[in-house]
């Protein structure tokens, strides 16, 4: 079984963690420090390993 791209939660939390860390730099409207980001992206990857059971595909074959 396979999932599109668009359907992994780890793709779309990293994307968010992404935007997150990009707008904590470029203002201070979220001050939150490169630790505390740093430590909720491992965090995060690694339960979003432990739920991932089906793999990703990038394009139909």
Known sequence: MQKKWYQSW????????FAIA????????IPIS????ANVAIT???LLRFKTTVEIVLSER
Do not use: A, K, M, P
């Open 10 to 17: 780890t793709i779309w939390f990293n994307v968010g963690l």
């Open 22 to 29: 990009t707008i904590n730099e470029l203002s201070t409207i």
């Open 34 to 37: 490169t630790t505390i980001l």
């Open 44 to 46: 995060g990857n690694i």
